[in-house]
């Protein structure tokens, strides 16, 4: 029986957190000798297909009826829940974000199926079906148990990371038409965060706070991000001020990254913003006091001011290109 993974798009690109979640579900496969099904619902560039492939994706389901190009929360557990009863599957994998946690929630319901949030690891699979989950705003650890038979996992970014398994993939377009019932909203627009690289979905995140001292200073934040390949953020404080925009705000009441390497610049380390970077990989703290208490939290400090210290830095990443 496949492994159904949905796979939330970026316009109409499959997102990265997607990719992470099929090499998930294939780790998964390995241990039960299922296949791994991807469900992609509404418009798709055909490149994105070979992508899902590179994964280790063995079959896509594509619902392309125009109605899926709204991702309305309804519409969309409705029709995955109906793909999962015709593919006999025991379980629904998706990639943690604002559409895909509630859509879950709604199939293990359906299915009644057990359901893990915030999965940070792959399952131990022996005697029972284990697993490790980030609660309190990644301050803590909860290990849980999926008994029932039918199991839906919402996992965190970065928690399998994109392992290549290439294989080829098999289409199939599927013939199943949007409920009429379902489609009473309408999405009328969207007003998305600017910048090269989001937040949600940023392997390094470069962040800085009010040790810049102003909002004339940023440039050589965004010109470090800019030469890594980051995104930007900033501290509750430094949004509040109205210095940088509040989509850049990283924090308990903010954005939650977990990116494979954060530096913070000039931040102080607040549990509030702690809460909201505690499951990066890598923390990397420059500030010119020593007993700022992120210290506590980096696997690497620089005691320095951000003023000399971060020009440098661009400085030997442009000679190490």
């Keep these: 029986m496949p492994i159904l993974v949905f796979l939330e798009k970026e316009g109409n690109n499959i997102r990265k957190s997607s990719l992470e979640a099929i ?52 519409l969309y557990a409705e029709a995955l829940n109906t793909v999962m009863d015709k593919e006999s599957s025991e379980f629904f994998i998706t990639a943690q974000s604002a559409l895909a946690d509630p859509i879950a929630a709604k199939i293990a319901i359906k299915q009644n199926a057990s359901i893990a ?31 029932s038979a039918k199991k839906v996992i919402s996992i965190k970014k970065n928690s399998a990371g994109l392992i290549e398994n290439e294989k080829a993939v098999k289409v ?11 489609l009473d909203v309408q999405i009328t627009g969207k007003d998305k965060s600017t910048g090269k690289i989001l937040l949600p ?81 890598v923390i990397v703290v420059i500030n010119n006091d020593p007993e700022a208490p992120f210290f506590n939290n980096a696997e690497y400090g620089i005691v320095g001011d951000a003023f000399k210290v971060i020009p440098k830095l661009i400085d030997v990443i442009r000679k190490n290109k």
């Design 23 to 74: 090499s998930y579900a294939c780790a998964i496969a390995g241990k039960s000798q299922s296949t791994v099904t991807g469900v992609v619902l509404g418009d798709m560039d055909e490149g994105e297909t070979s992508n899902a492939g590179l994964y280790g994706c063995d079959k896509i389901i594509h619902l392309s009826d125009p109605g899926f190009n709204q991702p309305v929360i309804s």
């Design 117 to 147: 949030t915030n999965v940070t690891d792959l399952p131990d699979m022996g005697e029972e079906f284990a697993l490790k989950r980030s609660i309190y705003s990644g301050k803590a650890y909860e290990n849980i148990v999926l008994t």
């Design 172 to 182: 199939e377009v599927s013939d199943l038409k949007p409920n009429p019932d379902k």
């Design 201 to 281: 979905e940023a392997d390094i995140v470069v962040s800085a706070g009010r040790g810049l001292k102003g909002p004339d200073n940023w440039s050589m934040v965004e010109t470090l991000a800019e030469e890594l390949g980051a995104a930007i953020g900033c501290s509750k404080p430094v949004s509040d001020a109205g210095w940088r925009p509040h989509h850049e705000h990283v924090g308990q009441t903010g954005i939650k990254v977990a990116p494979n390497l954060y530096i913070a610049i000039g931040i102080s380390g607040a549990i509030q913003h702690l809460a909201g970077v505690s499951s990066s990989k």
